[in-house]
């Protein structure tokens, strides 16, 4: 992939981040803050691929992993809350 | 493969991913988007393949799908935003739906409260639209579409066009405070009275965004409230005393008139024992044991003595009841006390007027009765004996019908036995006295019922009226009487009066048949018409003067002929029978008359007045000319003796002797009173002696040629003669003197002054009317008659002096014979004519002369005189026939002179007895009229019986009239008017003989 391209998808993933990050205040559920916090891991992944291109790319690369691994981590967090939290208004509305 | 850290997280991420993935699964549909679950799965499943495949990469082992890792990364993203975005919306629709459901309930729950709250509630916004009500106000606006009229209550019933300014919404709206009002509302004709109270409905923010409003139908607790006012205004204004005590007698209450009944204020006694209204006495032996009764019963009621403050005692009517508390106690009790000291007295009134009734019944003309309901006679006040000869112990306790007369009673029992029972009001009937008679009571009653309203009975009056309905009985026939003589006078001639002696005369009373003057009655009795106002205005004061005359000299019944004026203006006479009618000290109040129409018996007399005025100037003319007549004969044969002894001796003087002019001044003097003895036998009628038809025009013609030169020049004289005048038969002298007379006449009566004589003459036709106003009406036919009409401009004359110009010797005039005028009357009377005068003073006047028109008669014609007969000599014997020796001595020496032989007689046997023996010798008779023994016309047809060859002149002093109709059958030779002159005697003589 170009470094234009990699730009691209890195404003991209920024816009993105910003709308999850609108949507996620009008919500109001503490839950999705996982995904957010997922999706700026996802972001910063792409941010690292750029600067694997500047030097360090191991230290980026690997940073770029481990992003990839914690926004797993963040959403699987976060879906196992918004799990419960389903379940819980569920119940009490029965 | 290469096992790297990159590896390692690559590893753990697809892990992670792979469970978040198996997490995301599980989230419930519901709570998102079955698509949003499904892309987001499907992304968390892509990134986990990213993972995977990155580790592979990693590892050393390419799949080839190394270039989609970035691409997955914004697919996820994108993905993860839009489950986001899913959950967001599906969340928030979720959460409205809750919130719905929650408002529903919570609507449902506040909408529960308000209708069961029993208060009509709305709730208005800021614009005053209602948002909400409750069922208490639908109830109580039934007829309000709150959906159409979504307005303020002052919009409700009926709508308002204005909000009201008093408005609590509008208050609270605009100060955000808690206001409320009373409006009232007319609701099936009862007024309604809600209690409006507006509360603001805050935001957060503390603005006020809506009311609510409650409505509260205060009716019954206004009309509550207002009762408990109006009851403790009426206790605290009561006329009557009213405490309330506690147990121990302590006044808890006392109203202003119990503590003013006393002397004291409220504020003095409240607190006090009843014992400062009461003395000891009064305490111990009245108020204690009222106390106990009431104790022991429950309420009491008795007269109490109280005491004011000052210590006057005055009697009380006192009422006590107790009350008990919530517990069932006796708390207290509620004493009313009333002052009946004035009921006291009126109490001991009424005693006294009950007394004063009874003794007035007992002693009352009339007859008090008290009967029950079954009409059985409870009481009877003692009179019944005088009114019906019974005892009042034998009425009491039997009926009413007991008592009425058998025929009586069906018309009582209907009039008295109605329901409800009726008052009696002089109920008039008849009632059988104990003797059998009959008695009329006029009975006046009331009903009496006891306290439930029941008919106990009747009590009233009853009068003895027998002896009025017998006097109204007798009224009634005395009315029926006058009603019939009423009529009888209404049929009558005679108007019967009644009316005051006051100003004008005002009449009472007058009969119908006051009609026949045009007047109605009510005229009179109304006053329009006074009977002052009937009489006529020129007798009116005549009348009262007589009236009062009457009055002066106490004559009560007069009569009085006064003429009246009828309605029309018409004048009536009337005569009056008035007598006057006095009060008992003397004075004239009324008049009462009787009038009849009198005005044909007063016309009837005016026309015999006339009659006999006419027919004493008649007699009287009729004297005189039988006088005049007399006089005119015997003085014309005095005359004829004059004249002709005077001719003789002229016969015998010589010529222009002494002697001669002596006898000739005796013959002119004998001629002159012949002249005047004309004029009296013309007044007689008997003058005229030459009848013959002439025509007036020309002897009017001619005799004033003559008469012009008598009149003064300033006098005109104008003619106005008619052609083809008819002929009349007339004595043309005797016209010619009243030509003269009339024409002198009217020159004596313009006098020295200028004037007009006018002489008219013309064919008059004479109506019965005309000859009615004329002299000499001896009824004379109407017809055509010739006219003579001579005016003047004179003095003229007056009524008075008119009656008189006819009489003889009557003259205005400083000198006159006085004969002129009646000369003139007498020549028309004897021509059979009329003579009207039309004058009045200073106007002049006119003397109108009808004269018959001609018709043939036997005519006497005097034979001319001849001049030369004297010189004639006859032969034979004349029989001289005449009572005067004078006249037969005169008449033998003229006729001897003449050649004749003469025999005369004294009578007419004489003259007849001579000429039985002698009518072959005798050549003419002149004969006498009038002689004793055989009057001229007996003697007359003597001698014609003895031989009719032998003419005979008839000799009179009257006149050839009374002569032709004395000797209507024809046969004279002529007549010889006394006296003559020789030569007219002897013309006779030789016109018989030598014809």
Request: net charge negative; glycine share 6%.
């Amino acid at each position: 992939m170009s470094e234009a391209e990699e730009l691209t998808v890195a404003i991209f993933g920024l816009a993105f981040v910003v709308a999850i990050f609108v949507q996620l205040r009008s919500l109001q559920m503490r839950e999705l803050i996982f995904f957010f916090a997922g999706a700026v891991l996802i972001f910063s992944a792409s941010v690292f691929v750029i600067l694997e291109k500047t030097g360090w790319e191991e230290a980026f690369k690997l940073m770029e992993h481990l992003c990839y691994a914690s926004a797993g981590i963040c959403f699987l967090v976060g879906c196992s809350l918004l799990g419960r939290r389903f379940k819980d208004e569920h119940g009490g509305a029965s | 493969m290469n096992l790297t850290p990159a590896g390692i997280f690559d590893v753990i991420a697809a892990i992670a991913f792979g469970a978040a993935l198996g997490q995301a699964l599980r989230l419930p549909a519901k709570k998102t988007s079955w698509e949003a679950k499904a892309l987001f799965c499907l992304g968390l499943m892509m990134f986990m393949i990213v993972c995977v495949v990155n580790f592979l990469e990693n590892s050393g082992i390419s799949t080839g799908f190394a270039g989609y890792e970035d691409f997955s990364k914004i697919l996820f993203l994108l993905l993860l935003m839009f489950f986001l975005y899913a959950l967001g919306t599906r969340r928030e629709i979720n959460r409205r739906a809750e919130s719905e459901k929650q408002l529903l309930a919570s609507r449902q729950e506040y909408q529960s409260i308000l209708n069961n709250i029993g208060i009509a509630v709305a709730l208005l916004d800021s614009n005053m639209r209602i948002v909400s009500i409750n069922r208490q106000m639908e109830s109580s606006f039934p007829k309000i579409d709150f959906k159409t009229k979504p307005l303020c209550h002052n919009r409700f019933d009926p709508p308002h066009p204005t909000p009201c300014p008093n408005c609590p919404v509008e208050k609270t709206l605009k100060d955000g405070l808690v206001h409320e009002a009373i409006i009232v509302k007319k609701k099936d004709f009862e007024n309604i009275s809600y209690r409006i109270i507006a509360s603001p409905l805050i935001d957060r923010t503390g603005k006020t965004v809506g009311v609510i409003e409650l409505v509260e139908d205060v009716t019954e607790k206004l009309k509550s409230e207002t009762h408990v006012r109006m009851l403790q205004s009426a206790v605290e204004q009561s006329s009557e005393g009213l405490a309330v005590l506690d147990q121990d007698g302590t006044i808890v209450f006392a109203n202003d008139a119990l503590a003013k009944m006393h002397g004291y204020e409220p504020a003095e006694v409240i607190g006090k024992s009843v014992s400062i209204f009461h003395t000891r006495d009064q305490m111990e032996y009245e108020v204690l044991p009222f106390t106990q009764q009431v104790t022991q019963i429950g309420s009491a009621r008795a007269e109490i003595h109280h005491m004011r403050r000052g210590g006057a005692v005055f009697p009380t009517l006192m009422s006590s009841v107790i009350f008990k508390d919530q517990e069932g106690n006796v708390a207290g009790r509620v004493t009313t006390v009333t002052d009946i000291t004035e009921h006291k007295q009126a109490t001991e009134a009424l005693r006294k007027s009950d007394d004063k009734f009874r003794a007035l019944a007992e002693t009352s003309l009339d007859w008090l009765w008290e009967y029950d309901e079954n009409y059985i006679f409870r009481y009877v006040s003692p009179r019944i004996q005088n009114i019906l000869g019974y005892q009042s112990g034998e009425v009491v306790g039997k009926s009413l019908f007991d008592f009425v007369a058998p025929d009586e009673v069906g018309r009582l029992k209907n009039i008295l036995q109605t329901n409800p029972p009726k008052p009696i009001n002089q109920l008039e009937a008849k009632y059988l006295a104990k003797e059998g008679k009959i008695v009329v009571l006029d009975t006046s009653g009331v009903p009496f019922f006891d306290a439930s309203g029941r008919f106990r009975g009747y009590r009233g009056i009853s009068r003895d009226i027998t002896i009025r309905k017998q006097a109204e009985e007798g009224l009634q026939s005395a009315l029926e009487k006058a009603r019939e003589l009423e009529e009888i006078v209404n049929r009558g001639f005679a108007i019967a009066w009644l009316w005051k002696a006051e100003k004008n005369w005002p009449v009472e009373f007058v009969s119908d048949n006051i009609s026949q003057f045009g007047y109605t009655v009510e005229e009179f009795t109304s006053g329009q018409v006074s009977f002052s106002d009937l009489i006529y205005e020129k007798d009116r004061a005549r009348v009262i003067m007589e009236v009062n005359q009457h009055i002066e000299a106490h004559e009560e019944d007069f009569l009085q002929t006064y003429r009246i004026k009828t309605k029309s203006g018409a004048i009536r006479w009337v005569e009056d029978h008035t007598w006057f009618r006095q009060d008992p000290s003397g004075e004239v109040t009324h008049f009462q008359g009787m009038t009849i129409d009198i005005t044909k018996r007063k016309q009837a007399e005016a026309t015999r007045r006339k009659l006999e005025t006419q027919m004493q100037r008649m007699q009287k003319l009729e004297s005189l000319s039988i006088l005049a007549g007399g006089v005119a004969h015997d003085f014309n044969n005095l005359l004829m003796i004059i004249t002709g002894n005077a001719d003789l001796g002229l016969m015998d003087a010589p010529q222009d002797s002494t002697q001669a002019e002596i006898l000739q001044e005796i013959k002119d003097a004998a001629v002159r009173a012949s002249k005047l003895s004309n004029q009296m036998r013309a007044y007689s009628g008997q003058g005229h002696v030459g009848m013959e038809q002439v025509v007036l025009n020309d002897i009017v013609t001619e005799m004033l040629r003559l008469l012009k030169s008598s009149i003064p020049k300033k006098i005109q004289l104008e003619c106005d003669f008619s052609n083809n005048l008819p002929f009349i038969e007339a004595d043309t002298s005797q016209i010619n003197q009243v030509v003269m007379n009339l024409v002198i006449n009217a020159s004596e009566a313009i006098g020295d002054n200028e004037g007009t004589i006018s002489i008219r003459t013309d064919t008059f036709e004479a109506t019965s009317e005309y000859l009615a106003k004329t002299h000499l009406d001896e009824n004379l036919p109407t017809g055509p008659y010739v006219l003579l009409e001579v005016s003047d401009t004179g003095c003229g004359m007056n009524a008075e002096t008119q009656e008189k110009i006819f009489d003889p010797f009557f003259t205005t005039k400083f000198i006159g014979r006085g004969l002129g005028l009646a000369a003139v009357f007498g020549i028309i009377r004897g021509h059979r004519g009329a003579i009207r005068v039309i004058s009045e003073p200073s106007q002049g006047c006119t003397f109108q002369v009808l004269f018959p028109l001609g018709k043939e008669t036997a005519k006497l014609q005097a034979s001319p005189a001849n001049t030369n007969v004297r010189e004639w000599k006859g032969h034979g014997t004349v029989l001289v026939v005449d009572d005067e020796k004078s006249f037969l001595n005169v008449a033998s020496i003229i006729l001897k002179r003449s050649g004749f032989e003469v025999a005369t007689a004294e009578d007419g046997r004489q003259a007849v007895d001579y000429f039985n023996r002698y009518h072959d010798q005798v050549v003419a008779v002149l004969l006498d009229m009038s002689m004793p023994v055989m009057g001229g016309e007996e003697t007359f047809a003597e001698l014609r019986k003895i031989d009719d060859s032998v003419p005979v002149f008839l000799c009179s002093g009257f006149s050839e009239q009374d002569a032709a109709r004395h000797f209507s059958g024809g046969g004279l030779a002529g007549f010889l008017q006394k006296p003559f002159q020789i030569d007219t005697l002897l013309s006779v003589l030789r016109k018989v003989m030598e014809p």
